[in-house]
């Protein structure tokens, strides 16, 4: 697994898990995403909420949230966080291996942290919205402290964009916020987002 801190401006942060060529880096959005497009609002029918399982989520008791294009894909739903990604896939579907449970990169999880420590994210809540390809994830701490993500694939493009959306809830200051991505692999800077090789 790698570790890679981002630093969080403004409690907003965008960055792209790039599985082709990289092209430029993200560029920050107003926060919450939501308001600046309402219709992400509009939740359909498939959504869970549960609580954090620490690293062995019930499986049973959760459903798969896929996000995908025809050439990139992934899902969120079975990891330890609602957030987690997990058998990303790109630049095309095939690989190597015919059973291939990790696609071509494996897994990505987003932790949030205050001064550099875990923040315990107890609730947990995914959905899609309604008749488009997003997938809304949640990791919030019971007094509403709230890792947001919003996750999709553009038509026609070989990468998927993940927005990410710190929210503070809680009615008090909170400072010294920083997000981490933990990845399978090896995962390196590259301008303003993140990439991985495939071997």
Do not use: C
Request: charged share 20%.
């Amino acid at each position: 697994m790698t570790n890679v801190p981002l630093t969080l401006r403004a409690a907003t942060l965008a960055t792209t898990i790039a599985t082709g060529a990289a092209g430029q880096g993200p560029a920050p959005l107003d926060a919450p995403l939501s308001d600046v497009l309402p219709a992400l609002n509009q939740q359909s029918s498939w959504a869970q909420n549960s609580r954090d399982q620490a690293s062995h989520p019930d499986k049973r008791q959760r459903g798969v949230y896929p996000v995908g294009n025809g050439r990139v894909f992934a899902y969120a739903g079975l990891g330890q966080r609602a957030n987690t990604l997990q058998a990303i896939t790109g630049p095309h579907y095939q690989t190597d291996a015919s059973v291939a449970p990790r696609g071509h990169f494996g897994e990505i999880t987003l932790e949030l942290l205050q001064a550099g420590k875990v923040v315990r994210l107890e609730l947990q809540k995914i959905r899609r919205v309604r008749g488009a390809n997003f997938v809304i994830t949640e990791d919030a701490t019971t007094d509403d402290l709230v890792l947001r993500t919003t996750t999709f694939a553009p038509p026609g493009q070989e990468h998927l964009v993940r927005v990410i959306d710190v929210h503070n809830g809680t009615g008090a200051a909170v400072s010294k916020l920083s997000v981490r991505v933990v990845a399978d692999g090896v995962v390196v800077e590259h301008g303003r987002g993140l990439a991985e090789s495939y071997p």
